[in-house]
């Protein structure tokens, strides 16, 4: 045994003790009469968790959550614009269910139709418009999808 030890053990012990001495009044409710008057009566109180817990119910905001997602393929798609250098004036959600692609030429268009089709197929595709000599061609969540969020 290394040199000390012994005050270690024994202060372990007196620590044990005490713990067992104040757990008495959780383990038995019927504690003698001469206990009540010197040591601990208490039991310990246990917090809602270790009581059975707490009932939580969480609702999610559709609308909110549809928007959101949305909002991240919107830039999702802005950057994959940007890093195939396929020119476009606006990209961004429009309505609560739609994401538009504003583009400055018709050929843009009908490559940012495919790379739609690839990258976002759960989406469906509104056909192209043309407004202004811009073009605009825009993503629709399907409602199953909506649903599903």
Not at 22 to 32: E, G, K
Not at 96 to 114: G, L, P, R
Not at 125 to 141: F, H, N, Q, S
Request: net charge negative.
């Amino acid at each position: 045994m290394p040199k000390g030890a012994g005050w270690r053990i024994a202060l372990i012990i007196a620590f044990v003790a005490l713990s067992c001495i104040y757990l008495v009044p959780t383990l038995s409710p019927n504690l003698p009469e001469w206990w009540k008057g010197m040591l601990p009566k208490d039991k310990i109180h246990l917090g809602l968790d270790l009581q059975g817990g707490t009932h939580l119910v969480l609702e999610v905001e559709t609308a909110k959550a549809v928007e959101g997602t949305l909002d991240l393929v919107a830039t999702d798609l802005e950057d994959t614009l940007n890093s195939k250098n396929l020119r476009f004036k606006r990209v961004g959600r429009t309505g609560s269910d739609k994401v538009s692609i504003v583009m400055y030429e018709k050929d843009t268009a009908a490559a940012v139709q495919t790379l739609i089709k690839d990258k976002f197929r759960d989406y469906e595709i509104i056909p192209t418009v043309e407004e202004g000599g811009m073009v605009g061609v825009a993503l629709r969540m399907k409602e199953q999808d909506i649903q599903d969020r």
